[in-house]
Every structure is written in C-alpha cells, then in structure tokens.
C-alpha cells in the first residue's frame, strides 16, 4: 500500500532569483558603505597623531626659546662686564671724588644686572631638563602611535582590497540574476525596492514580514502555492512563502483587531480612492481644515508623491471636492499641519505605511461585514465612504 504524502510546493525559479538579487543587492549597499566609510575611519587615525605632534612640536619650540632667552641673558652679562672693565678703567683717570663714587656707582648697577641675568640662566637651566622629559615622552609616544596607527591603517586598507573583491563576485552574481529575470518584473522589484528598502518579502503565519501586514487568506493561499507571483496589498512587495519557516498548523481566520472609525468633525478627513487618474490609479487623498477653507493633497499610493499642486476651496470639502469623493474609503489619519507642508513633494514611508494598514483593516472590515450579512455585492473588495 502506498502511502500518502503532502507535497510541498516548490519555489517559483523567478522568486529565487529575486531572493538572490536581494542578497547580492544588500551585500552590494553594506560593501559600497564600507569601502566608502574606510577612507574616513584611516582619516581619522590619522588625525589620532595631530594631538601627539603638536605636544611634541611645542616642547621642541619651547627648548629651543628657552636656548634663545639664554644666549641672550649671556650676551647681556658680557656686555655689563665690558661696561665693569671701561668703568674701572675710567676711575683710574677721574680727579675728584664725585668722579671716582659715580663711577662705583655705575660698575654696582653692572654687577646687580649681571647677577640678575645669572639668575635667569640657571631658572632656564633648570627648566631645561623638564623640557627635554616632556619632549622624550612626546617623541616615545608619537613612535607608539605611528606604529599602532600604521598597523591600522593596513589593517584598513586590507579590508577595502577584501571588499573590493567580495563587491565584484557580488556584482557578477546581481548582473546574473537580473538577466534571468523578467524585465517588467524587475523594474517593479526596483521600483519597490527604491522606496521601501527592499522588493521581496517572505510570508510568514499569514504575513508579510515587510510591512508586518496580515494578508487575506487567499492571497495567503496563493503565496504557498507557489503558482504565480504574488504582490503584498500592503506595500508591494513580490511575496514568497518558505515551507521551513511556516507554523506546522494552518492558521486560523485572521483575527484583527477593531478599527476605529474616523470622526466626522475632524479638522482634516483622509481617503483612498481607486481610479483616480490613468498616471496614478490608485491615491491617498488629505483634506486639512485651513481658514477659510480647506486644502485638499493627493498622493500616489504606490510611491507617496504628490500629484498636481494643493487645491483649496472655501466651505465644506465634502462639497467642494465632492467629484474627490466618489467611491472613496474614509481613512483614519492626522498630522500636523506644518509636518504635512514639510513633506513637500513625497509622503515619508511611516505615513503611507500607517495609511495602507488602515486602509487594510477597512477593507477586513468591509469584506467580514459582507460575509455577515450577504447583503451588499462587494465592490473591489473596498468599503463605501465612511
């Protein structure tokens, strides 16, 4: 009798060359970092001996001003002394008194200065052995450094010669992998992978570990059958299921928790609509409460830029925008209104990603209530407006 088996499904050979492609692409951006990060980290050892050499540059300076103020002092005792020699010579000369006491006079204050010089020759002479210590340490520290330093920066630059290599092997396996894949395929691997840091994401126990949003279970399902490719309603991302990583038990229906419902009197209301434009299908759509009036953003889904200028309307949005609204799901969000004007041209990631899980619970919401009460077709699995 044979037995019964469960086969697994295998992976699709174009998600594992994705899978690659992410490998080589993170592997890529942490070398190029660290190639590009290494000239600084050897400039900076570098800058480790300016401190050394400009205590040693001062000490040397200060021995040789000291040796200066030395010469000096000697140059001025030998001119009091030639002063001493003419002075006594003269006082053998003078014919009075007066004369002669001027002249000791003259050869004291000769004699004071020259003590006084003396004095300052034995301080610099004294200071002399503690600036050739200071200088001696300098010197044995900066060999110190220079050497530990040296052994650095061929340690550093033996790293960047590893790098380098590893980033042409990586190189090579990123070009083959994108040449096995589809090009439309690609670009959107790219494209997601521009804004969200990367193009795939593995599914696990009825998530994608992307942006941490549960999936429906039949995209779930068709994540681990592993027929066709699969993008995440969240952010995108090309999904893949390993069977390794899976929980032994099928998960039970997705059990969310409960959304809250946007008030109706807030000072701003944000939406998604589908078929806003041919450029850009899908929008999150911001109405911001500015006296007079009201300003109205749109922003593309997919990658968060905005779309047009910001319109502005007096009176009611719901009025005013009212074309807007048609088929619009009614979104939980609020930020400030200076942050709003900061984003200038492109939604951040965390706003969008805050919009997209709403927006999921909306639809979880609107596809239970159908279920409840099968009294209402679904409509692309989107709820009314609220």
């Not at 044979?2 to 050979?13: A, D, G, H, R």
Request: hydrophobic letters at 40%; one cysteine or more.
């Amino acid at each position: 009798m044979l037995e019964s088996c469960e086969c697994i499904p295998t992976m699709l050979p174009e998600v594992e060359h994705l899978i690659e492609l992410q490998k080589a692409d993170a592997e890529i951006r942490r070398l190029k970092e660290e190639i590009a990060a290494l000239p600084k980290r050897v400039a900076v050892i570098e800058e480790r001996l300016t401190g050394t050499k400009a205590a040693l540059e001062k000490a040397k300076a200060a021995i040789k001003a000291d040796e200066a103020a030395r010469r000096k002092h000697e140059i001025a005792i030998v001119d009091l002394q030639q002063k001493i020699s003419k002075y006594r010579d003269q006082s053998l000369e003078v014919k009075t008194n007066d004369q002669y006491k001027a002249l000791l006079h003259e050869i004291q204050f000769a004699e004071r200065d020259i003590r006084a010089q003396e004095d300052k020759i034995l301080e610099l002479m004294l200071d002399a052995d503690s600036r050739e210590k200071d200088v001696k340490a300098a010197e044995a520290e900066l060999k110190a450094e220079t050497a530990e330093i040296e052994k650095e920066k061929a340690a550093a630059r033996e790293r960047t010669a590893i790098d380098e290599k590893e980033l042409s092997e990586w190189n090579a396996n990123r070009d083959k992998d994108r040449g096995a894949l589809d090009p439309d395929l690609l670009q959107h691997y790219d494209r997601v992978a521009k804004y969200r840091g990367s193009g795939i994401a593995e599914v696990r126990e009825q998530k994608c570990m992307g942006c941490s949003v549960m999936l429906r279970p039949q995209t779930y399902n068709e994540v681990r059958s592993a027929s066709k490719i699969v993008f995440c309603d969240s952010c995108q991302r090309i999904l893949y299921s390993s069977p390794a990583n899976e929980s032994a038990a099928e998960p039970e229906s997705v059990v969310r928790r409960r959304r809250p419902h946007p008030k109706a009197d807030s000072t701003q209301a944000w939406y998604y609509r589908a078929g806003y434009g041919e450029d850009s299908p899908e929008v999150f759509l911001a109405f911001v409460s500015v006296a007079p009036g009201w300003n109205r953003h749109a922003y593309d889904i997919h990658n968060g830029r905005q779309l047009g200028e910001v319109q502005s309307a007096e009176g009611d949005y719901r009025a005013a925008f009212s074309a807007d609204l048609e088929g619009a799901v009614r979104l939980n969000g609020h930020w400030e209104v200076a942050e709003i004007e900061s984003w200038g041209a492109e939604m951040p990631l965390v706003v969008m990603d805050a919009l997209q899980r709403d927006l999921d619970l909306a639809r979880a919401e609107s596809a239970a209530a159908h279920a409840h009460t099968h009294d209402e077709p679904a409509v692309s699995g989107h709820p009314a407006v609220g």
